[in-house]
């Protein structure tokens, strides 16, 4: 029986994450079909498709199929799946890919097994493992179903545009049956991210916990985030003390980051913030306690007092450009 | 207004995660517990439509009989009704967790006489996370829903509500009809602390215990571990100030400073 795979695109942009995706289906499939889902006019993905080893491509076309709308997209992927009787589904551990197969596993009262980094197709059941907390448990489970649903954990990778032309795809027209008054939420505004640094793409993270002390405390963590072309981030103390707004937040329910470097200052490194910024090649580690966990985790650690180490490497970065610059280095 | 608020009671590990001998859950022996954060929100949501446009707020659980502990900190923020399906001990699949708020939520509604205008969830549980149970009650109670809301704006003339969610690429804005649901997440707003007079209401209220029976679905957890974590040994730079010259020499080796 084949598998499914949905491709959630931007503008004919695939984005990683779905190729991992299609790619999982294709091992699931063991040979037999593996079969793509977009919801919309097909952009053209026909010979990115192909090239991973797609062979239908089912175009899900409806006029309330336009903007994304979580309860149309489920419905629609759930009267497909329907239709179709597929062996099962691997969609993308996004945001939007959790939220169509949830949506979809609601409707056709299917289980659904999120964020899997493992599935194999074993006789009868699928085996997985499923990623918790960000990835810090492992939960090893099996998923038996008519259609076995799953979504996987993105891995890094790089999107891949469309390029139209032949493809040799199999493409099927799928119009969903939508009642008018079909119950739903309607997307009625979009507004696009400026440019500049953010928290998930920064290549310095400089973050403050409870070791910071106050709102005033972060001065000197944003004047070393400039000087090093990088983004303030906190531990949860910080954001529930009203220090930082909740937007900088790094862990399990903020920010997951991964930069170059993440200096943690005054953070004592709790599972729930771990999670958030173990991705980081390397962390430095200020803390006044040389056991806290985030010390032992740290590739570096300075034992000291954030509000001493901090305002001191600062003032040793900058003089270090004024000699660099041939300027007299004010006096400390 | 009347706002439906589904909380889970979760363990607040610290810096390493302990499993039970068995390998089937978190050793919690030594840990607290709270609401998960996403939820707090939740209930923080609640209680300030119920006082900008009067009405209730009613937090739900399913879970042990200790979740009746999360149950009385919602009371003492603020809520006015407390529910518990109590299931007893060890971890339910997400397709009978929702299936047991169902039942609950109908028996409130049929029994009880509730209405519901808002259903709030955390976007996902804290410790399974398993992204899906506030849909599926949703769903089962034909409500339109959406997830990751961090804001929300009623609109109780024209009986809509929009929610304002936060995406990779920007904002997107929803709107739904009422009764809606959404599942909500952390940054929503700063959830209070208790006052001391809440702490005392909280108490003396009663909780109200709804008993139902739930199947497993085809989703079996077989056991839980914790990945190898390979890091090196920390390298210590110094301490206090003078080690400002050792840790700019690391940021230049990085190439960032
Ligand atoms: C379900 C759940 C989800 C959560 N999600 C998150 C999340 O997303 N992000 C998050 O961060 N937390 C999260 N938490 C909270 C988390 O468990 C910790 O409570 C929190 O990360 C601790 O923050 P902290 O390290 O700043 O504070 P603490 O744990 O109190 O640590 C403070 C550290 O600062 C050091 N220190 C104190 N004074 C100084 C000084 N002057 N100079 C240098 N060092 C000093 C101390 O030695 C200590 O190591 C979550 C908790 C739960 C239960």
Request: proline share 5%.
């Amino acid at each position: 029986m084949s598998v499914f795979t949905i491709i959630e695109h931007d503008d004919g942009v695939v984005p990683a994450a779905c190729l991992q995706a299609l790619t999982i289906a294709g091992e699931l499939a063991a040979g037999d079909t593996v079969e793509a889902v977009v919801f919309g006019p097909d952009p053209g993905l026909g010979s990115v498709l192909a090239a991973n080893g797609v062979t239908t491509l089912h175009v899900v076309d409806h006029e309330l199929v336009t903007d994304y709308s979580p309860e149309i997209y489920g419905e629609s992927l759930a009267q497909l799946l329907k239709q179709a009787g597929p062996a099962g589904v691997v969609a993308a551990g996004t945001d939007r890919g959790n939220e169509i197969m949830a949506q979809a596993a609601a409707r056709s009262r299917l289980p659904l097994a999120t964020n899997c980094v493992a599935v194999t197709a074993d006789p009868g059941a699928w085996t997985l493992t499923r990623a918790r907390v960000g990835g810090l448990l492992l939960e090893d489970a099996e998923l038996t179903a008519s259609t076995k649903l799953v979504t996987v954990v993105p891995g890094p990778g790089d999107d891949v545009s469309a390029s139209p032309g032949a493809s040799g795809l199999l493409t099927q027209t799928f119009v969903p049956d939508l009642a008018a008054d079909f119950v739903h939420s309607r997307l009625v505004e979009r507004t696009e991210r400026g440019s500049g640094v953010t928290l998930a793409t920064a290549r310095v993270v400089v973050s403050g916990g409870r070791g910071v002390g106050s709102s005033e405390g972060f001065a000197p963590l944003e004047e070393l985030a400039d000087l090093l072309g990088g983004a303030v981030g906190c531990s949860r103390v910080a954001t529930s003390n009203g220090w930082r707004p909740h937007s900088d937040q790094v862990g399990q329910t903020g920010t997951k980051v991964s930069p170059e470097l993440y200096i943690a200052c005054g953070i004592s490194g709790a599972t729930q913030h771990w999670v958030g910024c173990m991705g980081a090649k390397t962390i430095l580690a200020i803390n006044t306690d040389p056991e806290a966990p985030m010390v032992t985790r740290a590739t570096y650690a300075v034992t000291g007092d954030v509000h001493e180490v901090v305002p001191a490497v600062v003032a040793e970065i900058r003089r270090r450009a004024d000699i660099r610059a041939g300027r007299r280095p004010a006096l400390a | 207004m009347n706002v439906l608020v589904c909380v889970k009671r979760v363990p607040g590990t610290g810096s390493t995660i302990l499993l039970t001998d068995d390998g089937m859950d978190v050793d919690t022996r030594h840990l607290g517990f709270t609401i998960g954060p996403h939820e707090e929100c939740a209930v923080e949501e609640a209680i300030r439509i119920a006082a900008d446009h009067g009405g209730q707020v009613t937090v739900l659980t399913v879970g042990p009989a200790e979740a009746a502990e999360q149950l009385r900190d919602a009371l003492s923020m603020g809520a006015d009704h407390a529910v518990l399906v109590d299931t007893g001990p060890g971890e339910l699949d997400p397709e009978a967790t929702a299936d047991a708020l169902v039942q609950a939520v109908r028996q409130l509604q049929d029994e009880a006489g509730a209405r519901f205008d808002l259903v709030l969830f955390g976007n996902e549980s804290a410790d399974a996370g398993h992204y899906q149970v506030g849909v599926r009650v949703a769903c089962e109670l034909g409500l339109p829903m959406v997830g990751g809301v961090k804001g929300v704006e009623l609109d109780t003339d024209a009986g809509t509500v929009r929610w304002r969610r936060p995406v990779a690429a920007g904002v997107e804005v929803y709107e739904s009809s009422l009764p809606a649901a959404a599942g909500v997440a952390e940054g929503l707003n700063l959830p209070r602390y208790p006052s001391m007079r809440g702490r005392l209401r909280a108490m003396k209220a009663v909780i109200t215990t709804l008993h139902v029976d739930v199947a497993p679905s085809g989703l079996r957890k077989t056991g839980l571990r914790r990945p190898a974590e390979e890091r090196p040994a920390t390298v210590v730079l110094g301490s206090g100030a003078d080690s400002a010259g050792a840790v700019v020499d690391v940021l230049e080796e990085l190439g960032v400073a």
